[in-house]
Nanobody
Framework: DVQLQASGGGLVQAGGSLRLSCATS????????IGWFRQAPGKEREGVGC????????QYADSVKGRFTISSDDARNTVYLQMNSLKPEDTAVYYC????????WGQGTLVTVSS
């Protein structure tokens, strides 16, 4: 079975850093893209960025470009989201998603950035 498990969320002060992990199993990790999304209270889910594990090309939303970095570890079948210079507006539940049809989602991990 395909599984994605996001972890690493927590409470951090503005300007701080967190690294989220998305541990995966049940598919050929290096053949698919995986994305990070987030949903803030009262807002729609939005894309944060993604990585294509075939060529490791990454893309980012303008709101996080230069602050967030996505990387992957083929040996661990895990994708990471390194978040630096965090802002209160980054507060959200963060999800990872496998880009297949149908898509698979991890369960989400809460990031709270205090001002």
């Amino acid at each position: 079975d395909v599984q994605l498990q996001a972890s690493g969320g927590g409470l951090v002060q503005a300007g701080g850093s967190l690294r989220l992990s998305c541990a995966t199993s049940g598919f050929n990790f290096d053949e698919y893209g995986i994305g990070w999304f987030r949903q803030a209270p009262g807002k729609e889910r939005e894309g944060v960025g993604c990585i294509n594990n075939i060529d490791t090309i990454t893309q980012y939303a303008d709101s996080v470009k230069g602050r967030f970095t996505i990387s992957s570890d083929d040996a661990r079948n895990t994708v990471y989201l390194q978040m630096n210079s965090l802002k209160p507006e980054d507060t959200a539940v963060y999800y990872c998603r496998l880009f297949t049809t149908p898509a698979y989602w991890g369960q989400g991990t809460l990031v709270t950035v205090s001002s």
